[in-house]
């Protein structure tokens, strides 16, 4: 099982940045990938950006130019600096990650408790 714990969300103004944090631990035989998703009250949980174990990086639209994602091997952990934040930013922010298992045969989805982002105009 693999556990994440997510950090950095906090209350910023508008144009203001954050630094959001996700450490992994736990058994993971191989990542496929990590993500960070976002979901503001009453709408769907959407993708924000990930990284997949070619170290492909992908953006939503609406974050390209303003958030980055990055992944320190060695200390397990997953960040996503996010600059010029808008009130749209605000959201709970979750940590995703994707672990093949079984030898590849199967892909399980683990998610951390999420990190309050809350951006004022």
């Known amino acids: 099982q693999v556990q994440l714990v997510e950090s950095g969300g906090g209350s910023v103004q508008a144009g203001g940045s954050l630094r959001l944090s996700c450490v992994s631990s736990?058994?993971?035989?191989?990542?496929?990938?990590m993500n960070w998703y976002r979901q503001a009250p009453g709408k769907e949980r959407e993708f924000v950006s990930g990284?997949?174990?070619?170290?492909?990086?992908t953006y939503a639209d609406p974050v390209k130019g303003r958030f980055t994602i990055s992944y320190d091997n060695a200390k397990n952990t997953l960040s996503l600096q996010m600059d010029s934040l808008k009130p749209e930013d605000t959201a709970m922010y979750f940590c995703?990650?994707?672990?093949?298992?079984?030898?590849?045969?199967?892909?399980?989805?683990?998610w951390g408790q999420g990190t309050q982002v809350t951006v004022t105009s």
């Open positions: 995703m990650r994707q672990c093949w298992a079984n030898g590849g045969i199967r892909r399980d989805t683990f």
């Open positions: 990284i997949d174990s070619s170290d492909t990086i």
């Open positions: 736990g058994y993971c035989w191989r990542t496929y990938d």
